[in-house]
């Protein structure tokens, strides 16, 4: 096992029962924090504030469980995993909500799971074994390769795209060489795992992803653009822009000659992606753009958000808004 780093910190508010005491909190009230009350119980001696933790986005809460169950631990336990794992790694999550933490026990034969806990019994090597804020969990090649084995093929490239970015992509600049290796020691992995459960799936999800996909919405995008029969996709494309730099686009569908942007509300809502511009500027900054872009390639260029990419259908109906035909 070996330590890896992560930009999940370890402010997450977890008291045990002995700091709570200590604190002036009385016996009867962490008795049922369970079911009301100031404090939630997560694991048994482990309290968070009900109400700043239920406030928390559901991947936010899941970490915080997680580090919970880690603290409470005891033998046989296992080794947190799967969607757990990725919360763990920081891995961006498609549509999370809250789950039982998930550990891997190595071998046959290990303890059942229980409320609150899903225990995997699998085959588990050291290498594959990291310890990130304390909480000893998979590494994140192993985290990637479950999701795609047991999660849904959203959830499981959300996961697999944020991975293989951290490799393939530094300072905006892609290597193409170095996806490559990753795809090469994913399909590797692959080819050991041969008949076990999932590894369909997981040779599909490791054939499609891509690191250049910045953002869920990106990623499940292109996920329902194949699922519609675009083969001719293309990421973060290029278009000259009027100053001397490049605009990038987030998908281009060859076939159509047209350019599909995901559109999430956090570049409007967020202060910080906003770069100090109002959110009057910024939507007008993106119009000019949009205009320059169409202007130049004489493509299309379509936008749509969460709702537009939840199912194929969803997504072949706002395309044919645009006057968009998908060809399946």
Same mark, same amino acid.
């Given at each position: 096992?070996?330590?890896?780093?992560?930009?999940?910190?370890?402010?997450?508010?977890?008291?045990?029962?002995?700091?709570?005491?200590?604190?002036?909190?009385?016996?009867?009230?962490? /008795?049922?924090?369970?079911?009301?009350?100031?404090?939630?119980?997560?694991?048994?001696?482990? #309290?968070?504030?009900?109400?700043?933790?239920?406030?928390?986005?559901? @991947?936010?809460?899941?970490?915080?469980?997680?580090?919970?169950?880690? @603290?409470?631990?005891?033998?046989?336990?296992? =080794?947190?995993?799967? &969607?757990?794992?990725?919360?763990?790694?920081? $891995?961006?999550? #498609?549509?999370?909500?809250?789950?039982?933490?998930?550990?891997? $026990?190595?071998?046959?034969?290990?303890?059942?799971?229980?409320?609150? &806990?899903?225990?995997?019994?699998?085959?588990?090597?050291?290498?594959?074994?990291? /310890?990130?804020?304390?909480?000893?969990?998979?590494?994140?090649?192993?985290?990637?390769?479950?999701?795609?084995?047991?999660?849904? $093929? /959203?959830?499981?490239?959300?996961?697999?795209?944020?991975?293989?970015?951290?490799? @393939?992509?530094?300072?905006?600049?892609?290597?193409?060489?170095?996806?490559?290796?990753?795809?090469?020691?994913?399909?590797?992995?692959?080819?050991?795992?041969?008949?076990?459960?999932?590894?369909?799936?997981?040779?599909?999800?490791?054939?499609?992803? !891509?690191?250049?996909?910045?953002?869920?919405?990106?990623?499940?995008?292109?996920?329902?653009?194949?699922?519609?029969?675009?083969?001719?996709? !293309?990421?973060?494309?290029?278009?000259?822009?009027?100053?001397?730099?490049?605009?990038?686009?987030?998908?281009?569908?060859?076939?159509?000659?047209?350019?599909?942007?995901?559109?999430?509300?956090?570049? #409007?809502?967020?202060?910080?992606?906003?770069?100090?511009?109002?959110?009057?500027?910024?939507?007008?900054?993106?119009?000019?753009?949009?205009?320059?872009?169409?202007? =130049?390639?004489?493509?299309?260029?379509?936008?749509?958000?969460?709702?537009?990419?939840?199912?194929?259908?969803?997504?072949?109906?706002?395309?044919?808004?645009?006057?968009?035909?998908?060809?399946?």
């Amino acid at each position: 096992m070996h330590a890896e780093r992560s930009g999940a910190g370890r402010g997450d508010g977890l008291y045990t029962r002995e700091q709570l005491l200590g604190r002036g909190v009385v016996p009867r009230v962490l /008795e049922r924090a369970s079911h009301d009350g100031p404090w939630l119980r997560l694991q048994s001696g482990m #309290y968070v504030d009900r109400e700043s933790h239920l406030e928390r986005l559901p @991947a936010e809460r899941h970490r915080i469980v997680v580090g919970a169950a880690s @603290a409470s631990m005891r033998g046989g336990f296992g =080794v947190v995993s799967h &969607l757990s794992a990725a919360v763990v790694h920081g $891995l961006p999550q #498609y549509r999370f909500a809250d789950r039982p933490v998930e550990v891997t $026990l190595a071998g046959d034969v290990g303890g059942s799971s229980r409320a609150g &806990l899903r225990r995997h019994l699998d085959a588990l090597d050291d290498e594959d074994i990291v /310890e990130i804020d304390g909480i000893v969990c998979t590494s994140l090649d192993r985290t990637v390769f479950d999701v795609a084995r047991t999660a849904s $093929l /959203e959830m499981a490239l959300t996961c697999a795209d944020a991975a293989l970015r951290r490799e @393939a992509v530094s300072a905006h600049r892609f290597d193409a060489a170095a996806q490559e290796e990753w795809r090469r020691r994913m399909r590797d992995r692959a080819e050991r795992a041969a008949g076990r459960r999932g590894i369909r799936s997981a040779r599909r999800v490791i054939e499609f992803a !891509d690191g250049r996909s910045q953002l869920p919405g990106e990623s499940v995008s292109r996920l329902q653009l194949h699922r519609l029969g675009f083969r001719e996709i !293309d990421l973060q494309v290029p278009v000259a822009g009027p100053h001397g730099f490049d605009y990038f686009v987030d998908i281009a569908l060859g076939e159509v000659r047209t350019f599909w942007e995901f559109d999430g509300e956090v570049k #409007y809502r967020d202060p910080e992606m906003r770069g100090g511009r109002s959110v009057e500027a910024v939507v007008l900054d993106e119009k000019r753009r949009e205009d320059w872009i169409r202007g =130049v390639t004489q493509w299309r260029l379509c936008r749509g958000g969460f709702g537009d990419i939840r199912t194929p259908e969803a997504l072949a109906a706002r395309l044919a808004a645009f006057g968009v035909r998908a060809p399946r």
